[in-house]
């Protein structure tokens, strides 16, 4: 099935419905479903994006099973086929668009690495010369890079919005060390994915990622990892500090809801048909240049 909003999987215990994604409780381990939905804004869309769920999940798949070296993950695999039984009569639904996944306590912060100011972080810069209280130099424009880096934790809500948070609040939250490692992790896990991706003349303009703690309370990458859902991609042959960059994620439904002027609340408006083929085009580039362009 090419089109997904909701999963009925009246046969499996339904733990939650993410933004983007229906997880399943199959006892030892979960069941990820991505569906076609998309949010922008933290505000979940009434009109899905045709095969969304199915390109991001690929592209996650990749990402895992590429990173191991870095930090472990909860992937365990996407073969429909070796799924526990209760799933086999759901199999066409979750081919190409699932995984299963090691169960793991789910640290709640969400970790941004930011290697150019865009968004949320250039509106703070040009106010207090900042992002997420991190001083920066003077200067920069709008997708600008950065001198480095830098490391913006934000808190973690499945609904509503998520809130930039300095790594002060985020060490309250779950000490020290933990936000040390996840710190360490998250931008040897953005340099290695930016490296990669400048050959597949793709720029990483930033990301996010989330961990947990598996069953041996290690620190585990979990949910994405570098999806247009949750990273900002640019097209390095077009890229030019201070003008708007040629992307590969949901910038142009973000773009298109800040042009009607929308209060980013709930309900989310009516998306026009060329929006949501234009979003579907930027995806499936994405996977393209990412997964299928391998040297």
């Known amino acids: 099935m090419d089109t997904i909003y909701n999963t009925r ?15 399943y409780d ?8 991505a569906t076609d939905r998309i949010s922008a804004f933290d505000v979940v869309m009434t009109e899905p994006i045709p095969r ?15 990173t191991t070296h870095i930090v472990k993950n909860h992937f365990i695999t996407n073969n429909v086929n070796d799924y526990p039984t209760e799933c086999s009569k759901y199999s066409k ?3 190409g668009r ?25 509106k703070e810069y040009k106010k207090e010369g900042t992002i997420c209280g991190i001083q920066l130099p003077e200067g920069l424009v709008e997708f600008s890079k950065l001198p480095e880096p830098i490391f913006t ?16 609040q985020a060490a309250e939250l ?19 994915a930016s490296d990669y991706l400048e050959k597949k003349s793709l720029i990483l303009a930033d990301t996010k990622f989330e961990f947990g703690l598996d069953e041996n309370g290690e620190i585990t990458l979990i949910d994405e990892a570098l999806t247009p859902d949750s990273s900002r991609f640019w097209l390095k042959e077009k890229y030019s500090p201070g003008i708007l960059q040629y992307n590969f994620d949901k910038q142009v439904l973000r773009d298109y809801l800040e042009s009607i002027g929308w209060n980013k609340q709930p309900p989310p408006p009516h998306l026009p048909e060329e929006i949501i083929l234009k979003t579907q085009e930027k995806y499936s580039i994405s996977l393209n240049r990412i997964v299928n362009d391998n040297d």
């Open 9 to 23: 999987f009246e046969d499996l215990k339904l733990l939650r419905r993410g933004k983007v994604r229906d997880v």
């Open 153 to 168: 934790p934000s808190t973690k809500a499945e609904v509503g919005h998520d809130e930039n948070i300095g790594i002060e």
């Open 174 to 192: 779950i000490g020290w060390d933990k936000i040390n490692i996840l710190k360490d992790i998250s931008i040897k896990l953005y340099n290695y």
């Open 93 to 95: 639904e979750l081919e």
């Open 98 to 122: 699932s995984m299963l996944v090691k169960k793991c306590n789910v640290l709640p912060v969400e970790c941004i690495v930011r290697g150019y100011i865009a968004g949320s972080g250039w």
């Open 52 to 66: 969304k769920g199915k390109i991001l999940s690929q592209i996650s798949t990749f990402w895992f099973q590429k």
């Open 26 to 33: 199959l006892g030892k381990c979960l069941l990820f479903v």
